[in-house]
Structures are given as C-alpha cells and as structure tokens.
C-alpha cells in the first residue's frame, strides 16, 4: 500500500463547503482524510509527505465541454495530447464532445474513445455522444445503447438541432433514462454569415455580426420543451444577459434545467477582435463588456452553474485565414483555472464559488463521482498556487494546436500539481 500525506495546505473543497488549514491523507488511489485533523495522528509511517504551504488544495477540475480531434482530427489533437494539457491545467476530468470523425454516434465509438483514453491518457475521459445520427439533425441516436457503453450526456456538440419535433423526442427520450441533454443555441438563419458580435464595433470593422437574439430564440425554444417533457436540460454555452434571465426564469419555474459558460466569454469582449486576430473568432462571439459583466454575475449568484473550457483546437489551415473565413473556436484546458483566478483576484467571485464551478458542480451535472475531497474519493487532486505569476506563451502549451485566446497573457495563479488516483500526472518545473 502506497501513502502520500499533503501537510499545511489550505484545502478548498466546494463539495463539503471546506475552507481551512489541514491535510490530505491519501491510501493507494483513494482520499482517507481531508481537513484541519489530517495531522493529528502524526504522518504514517512511510508516507511520502508533500508540503503544500501556501498553496490551495482542491479537488482536481472537471471540465464539461472539450473537442478533441481523435479520431478524424489527430493533426489538430489526440486524446494524449488533449490529456497532457488537461493534467498541466489541473483538469483531471474532462467530458468529450461527439464532433469526431466518424461522430460518436455508435456505442462501438463510445467504447473505442473508453479504450484509447485507458491506453493512453493521463486524466479521466468521458465521452458525450450525439442526439441524432452524424449530427444531421433529424435520426435520433440509441440513448439506452449509448448510456450502456459509457456515454455521460447527450449533444450535437457544435450544432444547434434545428427541428423542434427532433429535439422534443430527443427530450422525452432522454427522460426516460433520465439523461442530460446539453445543447448550443444559435439560430443559423439569424446567424446567417455573422462572424462577431453585431453592434458598432462590427459596423467600423465591416464585418458581418450575430445579433443575441439569434442565441435566445433557440434556448427559449428548448426551455419550453424542457418544460414541456420534464427532461434535464443544460445550455452549454451562453453569452448574454437575455439569456441569464431566460435561464433564471425556468429555474425560478422549477424546471430542470442548468446553464454553462465558457471561460473565454467570462474573460474577455468583443474590443479584443479590433485587431482581426482569428484566435477570438469564437461561438457564440464574443460580447460587449456589458454582457461580459453580466456573465460573471450570473455565475456569481448560481443561474449559472458551471465554467468550460470549451476547449476547441483548430489548426493553421482553419485559422491563419481572413477573420470572416477561419473556423471559430480556441484552445483553454491548460488556462481554464488561471484565466478563472482572474475574476477570483478582482473580487467578483468568491474562491469557494470559483473552485466549485469547475469540481463538484460539473461533477454533479454529469452524474461523475469526481470534484470532491470527501474521504473515499478517489483522490483527484490539484495543488494550486494562487498568486504565481505567469506568461501564456505557445511553446509552452501542451496542446497540439496553438490557437490560444491568452497568448502572451499574463497570468497569476498556477497548478503546480495534478494527481489522478494518488499518482501524479503533472508537476511544475519552472
């Protein structure tokens, strides 16, 4: 039996509301103890102790909505490389979206990612399989065959269902086995060939712009028939105040549904496309500095639940193009936690709420045992120092794509550790 004893952190463990001194004892792969007594029977004998003075202990991230190329894409990443950077930025675990080639639409895929992410991956995997065939938006997929080979949520991934008549049965469907449907909203039609976010900026810098309204419509769409069926819904990334509220009013309703926020939408605005930089062509765009406000608000008093990622790579054929022709998305699993510390150090939210955000909440949303520091756990963790200063630079990153919205961005806050099962995945070296 192995132990490792981590003395005199500050242990920050959302899922029991913990925030104090102690230590973490750990057996094998398993958390024994974990708070202010962990010491008090002195270290065992033999156990590999880490001092983590100074530093927050947390229970490793959970990062709900992640791309990875593998298979079809690997030049963009693999699901190694993906794991790589996942481990550097303290994720532990990760939700896999379908967009692979062929899509994950099959059980036998589901299980083929299972098997390639056992063979060959630092962090926990778990895949989201598609509603409907080839995210073709009309064939509903098996969901009970799918659920059976491991698949965690259900969603079209990048893809917005356009059919209502699709998605109510999709809804009802899921029900029954009481899955998580979770979804994009943007109307394609009111999208049309919009490239950021419609208003002024975009009229100066002549570029086509996407109205708020073209992701409201949709997500009211889907809350009514969330509503109408009873499913467990989740908006996977929203980007503006109408929808905070729609979303706040389906809840006050009782209805069950949960909203997510992608880091790039809580961190910056649209002002940073002015330089036509292709790295912030995102989706949903990026919005004014209002919208951006009322995000962190929102995550700050609970409509919304959980901060993504939304980790994306694109290589330099999709990006190094004019704005209105490269492929949006950006990568963020090695800066989901420091780009998050941002809003923890200008005190628009509460370090408890920010570590939950990305722990127990998406753990509890995806129904993983995960995001927590409770004894018996496995002992997924991240030891973090809060105030390490830091520059994003490329040849740094783990990623096999570059496309970093925080390029050159100073950061404070870093994972100097990452353990998955009581091994350790991930150390700084710096």
Not at 164 to 171: E, F, G, H, K, Q
Request: net charge negative.
């Amino acid at each position: 039996m192995s132990t490792t004893l981590l003395t005199h952190g500050r242990i920050v463990d959302p899922s029991r509301r913990m925030d104090t001194i102690g230590a973490v004892l750990i057996e094998d792969d398993k958390i024994v103890g974990a708070g202010p007594d962990g010491l008090n029977q002195g270290a065992p004998e033999g156990a590999t102790i880490i001092d983590c003075r100074g530093h927050v202990i947390a229970p490793g991230l959970v990062d709900g909505r992640v791309f990875i190329g593998e298979p079809g894409f690997e030049h963009r990443e693999t699901i190694r490389s993906a794991s790589e950077a996942a481990a550097a930025g303290g994720v532990t675990s990760l939700v896999m979206m379908p967009d692979t080639s062929p899509v994950m639409d099959q059980p036998s895929l589901v299980e083929y990612v299972l098997r390639t992410a056992r063979a060959t991956s630092l962090v926990r995997i778990h895949p989201a399989a598609a509603v409907t065939r080839g995210l073709g938006g009309s064939e509903m997929t098996e969901f009970g065959l799918l659920r059976e080979a491991g698949a965690v949520a259900f969603t079209d991934g990048r893809h917005t269902l356009d059919n209502p008549v699709v998605l109510r049965r999709a809804m009802s469907y899921a029900r029954d086995f009481d899955a998580l449907i979770a979804m994009e909203t943007q109307d394609n039609a009111l999208a049309a060939n919009g490239v950021m976010n419609e208003g002024k900026l975009a009229t100066l810098m002549g570029l086509p712009g996407i109205p708020r309204e073209a992701e409201l419509i949709p997500l009211q769409r889907d809350l009514a028939l969330a509503a109408l069926t009873g499913a467990r819904y989740h908006a996977a990334k929203i980007s503006c105040v109408m929808s905070a509220d729609a979303i706040r009013r389906a809840k006050d309703n009782g209805h069950r549904v949960t909203a997510g926020v992608s880091i790039n939408h809580l961190s910056l605005n649209e002002n940073d496309v002015q330089g036509y930089r292709t790295f912030y062509r995102l989706s949903p765009p990026l919005r004014d500095e209002l919208e951006r406000h009322a995000m962190a608000n929102a995550l700050a008093d609970g409509t919304i639940d959980i901060v993504v990622s939304s980790h994306d790579p694109q290589d330099v054929d999709t990006k190094r193009l004019p704005f209105d022709e490269a492929a949006p998305g950006a990568i963020g699993l090695e800066t989901l936690l420091a780009a998050l510390l941002r809003r923890v150090h200008d005190g628009t939210l509460p370090l408890m709420r920010a570590i939950e955000v990305v722990t127990s909440a998406p753990a509890s949303l995806f129904g993983l045992p995960y995001g927590t520091l409770r004894p018996g756990a496995k002992a997924d963790i991240a030891i973090i120092d809060l105030d390490a200063p830091w520059e994003v630079s490329d040849k740094d990153l783990r990623s096999h794509s570059r496309n970093s919205c925080f390029e050159n961005a100073r950061m404070s806050g870093r994972v100097l550790r990452t353990m998955v099962s009581g091994e350790t995945v991930f150390e700084l070296n710096d």
